[in-house]
């Protein structure tokens, strides 16, 4: 499938402004139509975005790589009601907030992410699209976060050869080698490798961000009805943590006469402290038409991961107003961990396609599907502490802790059904109706065996949407969506499962072919959020209601200009609670790239971006926190010669020195800093 057409449906694409660049990679060749379709997040099925009742944002590669994406988390910086690196960059994981609430990750429509720390983060050089789906989505993906979810297109063979190899230099002595080559065998069978090298360090002493990713996939087409295809991956991660959890009095906030700590200061043990991790997936997806009305599709995938997470971080959560154990206010309690994570997990999801009609002016496209997963995490950890000086500290005399023999066991077995019917009346109005039946059971043991929860949740969840085409481009639509999610470990017991509901009302407008503004309201009730609070006690929240609206705008204008606008704002009420982070109210941004051809082979293209990220606030029981607002700048500068490409990437441009986040527990994550990349690309 093309990602080039994507920009008539959705916002972050830049189909037109690709006409006059050199040769895409194959996955962005093909002849675009206005009513082109895709197989997206949102329905599972080929149906045109504007006819979908739900905000979905889909970001082509060719989008967040050329704004300087460097992890998962970078892509979405540029979207509607998405907070991305909420807690600043993180080397160990990918996180994002979808409005105002945790988001959860996945791959090819499978859930990706289980657990904290149990796996290396993907890497999006390796996938062709970033989809974003706001609001509940349990009827289709079964375990669902309640702000929505990111799905991330693995990158398949094409039936055209063709390719690119790059050479990257950037801040902190970054060098990598990327390489991305499809080979066409012929009309039915393709072979694709991706791939990725890298050596670098980071802004952070002592922490690496060291990658070597290798991903082969093949295809079978043997008749045009069939699709075959099977994808690997290897992964090998030597990093590190950039979030070093400094103590909020000392950075944010003065401590006595003490000069402010440098943000970006190391308090572990050099060469000790890291996050390797090596991860194996292998799966694959059989595509079956049965004529014009039917079709089966099957997938399956199998993650092994094995990380070893050594760290060390302050306790400023005794006592967050003032951690310091001296008169001088120097002297702070350090503590040391070491971890090692084994996680495994298996997902299957079939689902068969009915197209039909129940009139003239009637047509349904009827989906049934059942879908399972397993997963097991298994952690062994040990734990010091130490005092030290955190103005000087001595690297030299830190005690490590040994590893523990003993083991942990979290264990998910999920099992579910769902049918959904997207019926089209007078091909002017869509509904989509959905239902769906989950089980899980968790089984949690405790490492030293002392504590054993098994639990059985059952959910029943439902959707429904309209949207209609009302004249001059214009279609309103209304939703309501729920959610469920189970939650893995033993807490202060047996954790009951996150539910939540959303009621959302908006319109699509689409004038023509290369605009598309879509503006939203929505409402959502949950309960059962988790709370993590003094002592590493984990809670449960009980009512919580966000309310907020959205705005995403793109124009592709001639002259090879384009143009993304999008602005989030939520709301969130929470009851019976005394302590939370509440994220960011106000997210806005604007993205604009312009391509000018100079001569038959060489053209030159300019891109600028600025994201405006709100004020948060962290309520506990001894103080409240606000950290401030932030505006950050981005930029791109590219020059085009026949098959060559020679590209500079600016993030935070203006170096801003900035908090992601402090949190009344009493710690601080800081924001990235400037980060230049420069790429040399072949393209054949």
Not at 516 to 542: D, M, W, Y
């Amino acid at each position: 499938m093309t990602l080039a057409g994507a920009a008539m449906l959705i916002a972050p694409n830049a189909a037109f402004a690709a006409e006059a660049e050199a040769p895409a990679p194959a996955d962005e060749t093909i002849v675009v139509t206005a009513n082109r379709t895709d197989s997206f997040a949102g329905t599972k099925t080929d149906t045109p975005l504007i006819q979908t009742p739900q905000p979905i944002t889909v970001i082509s590669d060719a989008t967040f790589l050329s704004q300087g994406a460097i992890s998962i988390s970078d892509t979405v910086r540029y979207a509607a009601g998405v907070t991305a690196n909420a807690y600043g960059r993180d080397t160990r994981v990918d996180s994002f907030v979808i409005r105002g609430i945790d988001a959860l990750q996945f791959r090819d429509g499978m859930r990706d992410i289980f657990s904290f720390y149990a796996s290396a983060a993907a890497d999006p050089y390796n996938f062709s699209r970033v989809e974003i789906v706001r609001g509940p989505a349990s009827v289709l993906f079964g375990q669902g976060s309640i702000g929505g979810l990111v799905n991330l297109v693995s990158k398949t063979p094409q039936f055209e050869t063709g390719g690119e190899l790059s050479a990257v230099y950037g801040s902190y002595d970054r060098k990598e080698l990327l390489g991305d080559v499809n080979l066409a065998v012929d009309d039915t069978f393709a072979i694709r490798a991706v791939g990725r090298a890298r050596d670098a360090d980071t802004y952070v002493d002592h922490v690496p961000d060291d990658r070597v990713m290798f991903a082969p996939s093949v295809r079978w087409r043997p008749t045009p009805d069939t699709d075959i295809t099977l994808l690997g991956l290897y992964q090998e991660d030597d990093t590190g943590s950039t979030s070093q959890f400094l103590p909020v009095v000392g950075t944010n906030l003065p401590n006595g006469t003490n000069p402010r700590l440098d943000r970006y200061l190391f308090v572990g043990k050099p060469g000790w402290d890291r996050y390797d991790g090596r991860l194996l997936q292998g799966g694959g997806s059989i595509s079956q038409r049965f004529g014009e009305t039917v079709s089966v599709n099957l997938k399956a995938r199998y993650i092994d991961s094995d990380l070893t997470y050594f760290t060390h971080y302050t306790d400023s959560y005794t006592n967050p107003t003032n951690p310091y154990l001296d008169a001088a206010r120097r002297q702070i309690r350090l503590y040391s961990e070491a971890s090692l994570a084994r996680l495994n997990v298996f997902s299957t999801d079939n689902n068969v396609q009915f197209k039909f009609d129940t009139g003239a002016n009637i047509s349904h496209v009827l989906l049934a599907g059942i879908d399972y997963s397993w997963n097991k995490v298994r952690k062994s950890s040990n734990f010091g502490v130490e005092q030290i000086d955190l103005y000087d500290i001595d690297y030299d005399a830190l005690v490590l802790p040994s590893v523990s023999a003993d083991f942990s066991r979290d264990t998910q077995k999920q099992l579910g059904i769902y049918v959904q019917d997207q019926i089209r009346f007078f091909d002017r109005v869509s509904v989509v109706l959905g239902v769906r039946r989950d089980r899980v059971r968790s089984d949690s043991v405790t490492a030293d065996r002392s504590l054993r929860v098994n639990t059985v949740d059952k959910a029943t969840t439902f959707r429904a949407g309209i949207i209609g085409e009302i004249g001059a481009g214009l279609s309103p639509f209304f939703s309501y969506t729920e959610s469920f999610l189970p939650i893995a470990g033993t807490g202060n017991g047996a954790l009951k499962p996150q539910t939540g509901r959303q009621y959302e009302a908006g319109v699509k407008w689409q004038p023509d072919a290369r605009t598309l503004v879509t503006v939203t309201g929505f409402h959502i009730k949950e309960n059962g959020r988790p709370l993590f609070g003094p002592g590493s006690i984990v809670t449960q929240a009980g009512v919580l209601t966000t309310k907020g609206i959205e705005l995403e705008a793109s124009r592709t204008l001639p002259g090879n200009f384009e143009l993304l606008v999008n602005y989030g704002y939520n709301k969130l009420t929470p009851r019976d609670t005394q302590f939370f982070d509440y994220l960011p109210k106000h997210n806005a941004s604007i993205w604009s790239t312009k391509t000018v051809q100079l001569s038959e082979d060489v053209s030159i293209r300019g891109g600028a971006g600025v994201r405006y990220t709100g004020k948060r606030t962290s309520i506990g029981p001894a103080w409240t926190l606000v950290t401030g607002d932030n505006t950050l700048v981005d930029a791109l500068a590219e020059v085009t010669w026949r098959q060559w490409r020679f590209a500079v990437n600016a993030t935070n441009l203006l170096g801003d020195k900035f908090y992601a986040s402090c949190l009344s527990r009493g710690d601080c994550f800081m924001g990235a800093p400037r980060n230049v990349m420069g790429t040399i690309s072949y393209r054949f």
